[in-house]
C-alpha cells in the first residue's frame, strides 16, 4: 500500500507556480509559442499538400475530410480499461518531442478512441448505495484554452458516454479564446454532426481566464446543478449520480469526486487497486498553495463509512459539482482573478466560512490529465496564481495574512485590484472569521507562528536552512542549506516547535540512519511522535533528542546540505533564529 500511495502522491503536481517560478513561466510561454507555430507551419504545408490532391468543394468538406482522417487514426481498444501504452520508435520520438508542446503524450491521446472504457475503480461498496430516481439534472461546463482536440473531444464524449441521459441537462463548452485553427471552425462542425444538441459551444471573444470563462458558462446553464470539469477529463461510471444525490440531500454541499490520475504518458488509468478505501481530501500551504492531505482519523470517524461523503477542507478546483442557485448565493466566483490559480482556494474558505461545506464523495470518480507546465500563455507573463492568492488572503485570513505574507514578502503590497466587493459579500453572507475554519474545519492545520519556540529563518554563517523547492509534490527530500534570502520565504521557513518538531508546512526533519558518514537529515512527514523527529535548542545548537546528533553546516558549501554530526563547540553547530518566541 505504502509505495501506491507515494506514487499517488509523486503523481499529482501541486497547482502552484511559486515566485521563483515566474520567469520561468515567460520561457515556457515563449517556448510553447515557437514550437506551435513551427507545427502550424508544418500542418499548413502538410494542408497544402492534400488540397492539391482533392481540392474540397467547401469548407465543410474540409472539416469533414479532417475529422476522418483524425476518427482513421484510432486504434479500436487501445487504452482500453486504462491500461498504459508505451509508444515505440518514430512515434516514440514525435511523442516525447511533443510534450514540450502539450504537456501530455498527445501522439498517444490522438489514437486512443473517444469512448475507450474505463477500469470500475470505485470502492466496491459503492455497488450497494441506490439512487432516487428523481435527481436533480446537471449542466456539465467545461472551459479551455488551446487545449489539444483529441484530449477535448475525449473529455466530452466521456461525459455523454458515463452520464445518464436524463440526468445530463446539457455540456457547456466555453472555448476562451483559443487561437488552434481546429478548435474554430471545425469544432462547430463537430458539434453539429458528431454530438447531441444538448452540447453546447460558448465562444469567448477575448481571453479572459478560466475563473471568467467559468463564470461565463455558469450564466448561460439551465441545469439544477452546475458541474465543473477541465478538458481532459475522463469519469468512471456513476460518476455524476453520488453527486447529485448529496446535493439533493444537502443543498450547500460543495462536492469534489475523487481526482484520479491519468498518466501523462501513457495514459494508464491510475488508481490504487489494492486500497479502494483510499483517497486523499485538499489541504493548502500558508504561501497559498494547495495540497493534499490524508484523511484524519477524527473525520474517518465521523462520516461513519469509507463511501460516505467526506469533509476536506479546501478542494483542487476543477472538479466539481454545486446547486447553481447556491453557487450565485455563496458568491460564484472572485471575477477579478485572471487566467489561473488561486480561485481554487478562495471557494473552499468562502464556503465553510459561509455557512456550507466541501466535501468528497468517495463513489463518484473522475480522472485528470495532470499536465507538469501550462501549455498556455500568461498575458503579460504575470504570476496570476500569486496575485489571485493575495486577493482571496486579504479577503478570507483576516490576521492570519500575515503568516501568507511571512512565506510571500514579494506580495506585500502589491497592486492587488480592487476588494471592495468581495468584503462586502463576506460581511453581506455574515461569515465566519478565518480562526473559526481553522479549528473546526482544519483542526489539523500546522500554524508556524503558534506553539513554536523559534520560527522564520534558522541561520548559520551566511546561510540558512531551506527546502529548495523540494517536497512539493509530497516526497521526502534532504534538508537544504542556502544564501539566506534578506528576509525569510516559503522554501526558507521553518519552526521549532513546543513539542520538538523542526519543520516546514507537513514535513518535519528527522534522522534515518545516524550510523551513515555524513548522517543525512531527512525532511519527511511529521508523525507527531517524537522519536527521531524530536529536536531540542540547547546553547544554539539543534540536537536530535534520540541520536545526540547536532545540526551541522560545515559540508554546506560544498553539498548544500545540512547534515548530523557528534555534537562539538563548532560554530558551524550554531544556529540563529530570525524569530524567538521564548
Ligand atoms: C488546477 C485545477 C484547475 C484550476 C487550477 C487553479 C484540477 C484537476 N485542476 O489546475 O481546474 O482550478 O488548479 O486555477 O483541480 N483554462 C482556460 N483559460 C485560461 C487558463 C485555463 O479556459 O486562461 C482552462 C484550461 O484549458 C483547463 C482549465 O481551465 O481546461 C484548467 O486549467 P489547467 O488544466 O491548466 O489547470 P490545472 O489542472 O493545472
Ligand atoms: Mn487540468
Sequence with gaps: VSVTLLVLSIRRPENSLADEEEA?????????????????????????????????????????????????????????????????????????????????????????????????????????????????????????????????IRTVHSVLNGSPTHLLKEIVLVDDCSDRRELQGRLDYYLRTRLPSKVRLLRLTERTGLIRARLAGARSAVGSVLVFLDAHCEVVQNWLEPLLQRIKEKRTAVLVPIIDVIDDKTFEYMYSKSSLDFFQVGGFTWSGHFTWVVVPEAEKARRGSSVAPTRSPTMAGGLFAIERNYFWEIGSYDSQMDVWGGENLEMSFRVWQCGGSLETIPCSRVGHIFRSFHPYTFPGGKDTHGINTARMVEVWLDEYKSLFYMHRPDLLGRDIGDLTERVNLKKRLKCKPFRWYLQNVYPGMFIPTENVEAFGQAQNHQRCLDNLQKGTNGEQYELGLYNCHPKATSSQFFSLTLTGELRQENFCAEIQNPLATPVQVIMFHCHGQKGNQEWRMEDGKLKNVRTDLCLDASDGQRSGKVAAAECSGSLWQTWTWSNSTT
Excluded at 499538400?49 to 467547401?58: A, H, I, K, V, Y
Excluded at 482513421?72 to 498504459?84: E, F, I, Q, S, T
Excluded at 501530455?104 to 450497494?128: E, G, Q, T, W, Y
Design 24 to 152: 520561468e513561466v515567460v520561457i515556457i510561454n515563449r517556448r510553447v509559442q515557437k514550437l506551435r507555430k513551427e507545427l502550424q507551419r508544418q500542418a499548413s504545408q502538410a494542408l497544402l499538400g492534400s488540397e492539391l490532391r482533392s481540392m474540397p468543394s467547401n469548407i465543410e468538406d474540409q472539416y469533414e475530410a479532417e475529422i476522418r482522417d483524425d476518427e482513421l487514426m484510432k486504434v479500436p481498444r487501445l487504452g482500453d480499461n486504462g491500461v498504459a501504452v508505451i509508444l515505440q520508435g518514430e512515434e516514440a520520438k514525435q511523442a516525447e518531442k511533443l510534450m514540450e508542446v502539450e504537456a501530455f503524450n498527445i501522439v498517444l491521446s490522438d489514437k486512443i478512441p473517444f469512448s475507450r472504457k474505463l477500469p470500475d475503480a470505485r470502492n466496491p461498496k459503492c455497488k450497494d448505495l441506490t439512487y432516487d430516481s428523481d435527481l436533480p439534472s446537471a449542466s456539465v461546463v467545461i472551459v479551455f484554452t488551446n487545449e489539444a482536440w483529441s484530449s477535448l
